[in-house]
């Protein structure tokens, strides 16, 4: 679990805050995700980011905004969210997403539990 | 879209016996599964992986067994432990495709 880190681990905000989600992975890979997982339902994908560029955006509202500076972080913006975006929110990282098969087998973070009032 | 799923959302099980978590997955394509386990609090663990080349694979204490014919997978759990209860989900891709899809999850508990 050290191999990549969360921060913060708890978040509560208000639906007009705006906050940031941190991630960093000490792993030396090239790939990074952010993905929500809420109560009773399965992961569901956010966005990728493969060598510091995003490559998937799967139909996440504007409210959330990723950021990648370099392959080793990555950052979610939040601004103006919805009580139903309260969720654990995980990064993870893999070796190279190109490549495929093993290669792309995920790392997952500890997650933030997020809140919103 | 097709997905995957787990049999048995909650199982319980004694100290000491095995376990076994089933999946069956919908996308008779897919040739690439790995198990992860969540604990509370924590984010997913990878357990173990096996490509749709093998039937079987082995690590410590665990064991995946993969049944192409019937798009079945099973996790299996040796002498379970305190230390193992936590929800478990498979996932599942096309070995040089893009995006894992994930099963809902199968919460373990071990009695003492």
């Known amino acids: 679990e050290t191999g990549v880190t969360q921060t913060p681990r708890h978040l509560v905000m208000g639906m007009t805050n705006k906050k940031s989600l941190k991630c960093e992975q000490h792993l030396g890979h090239n790939a990074m995700y952010w993905y929500k997982q809420s109560a009773k339902k399965p992961l569901e994908l956010m966005f990728v980011y493969n060598f510091k560029e995003q490559t998937e955006n799967n139909s996440v509202p504007s409210r959330f905004s990723p950021e990648c500076p370099n392959s080793s972080h990555l950052f979610l913006h939040l601004h103006t969210l919805q009580p139903e975006d309260s969720a654990l929110y995980l990064c993870?990282?893999?070796?190279?997403?190109?490549?495929?098969?093993?290669?792309?087998?995920?790392?997952f973070g500890p997650g933030t539990r997020l809140t919103v009032l | 879209g097709e997905s995957v799923g787990l049999h048995l959302p909650t199982l319980s099980v004694q100290e000491g016996d095995n376990s076994i978590i089933n999946c069956a997955y919908s996308n008779s394509a897919s040739d690439y599964f790995i198990w992860y386990k969540q604990e509370s609090g924590k984010g997913p663990q990878f357990i173990i992986d096996i490509r749709s080349n093998m039937d079987k694979r082995q690590g410590q204490r665990v064991t995946v067994l993969l049944n192409k014919t019937v798009k079945h997978l099973s996790l299996q759990i040796a002498a379970t432990q305190p230390g193992d209860s936590a929800v478990y989900f498979c996932a599942e891709k096309l070995y040089y495709g893009q995006n894992f899809v994930f099963g809902p999850g199968t919460r373990l508990s071990v009695l003492p």
């Open positions: 993870a990282s893999s070796q190279d997403r190109s490549s495929g098969g093993a290669a792309d087998t995920q790392y």
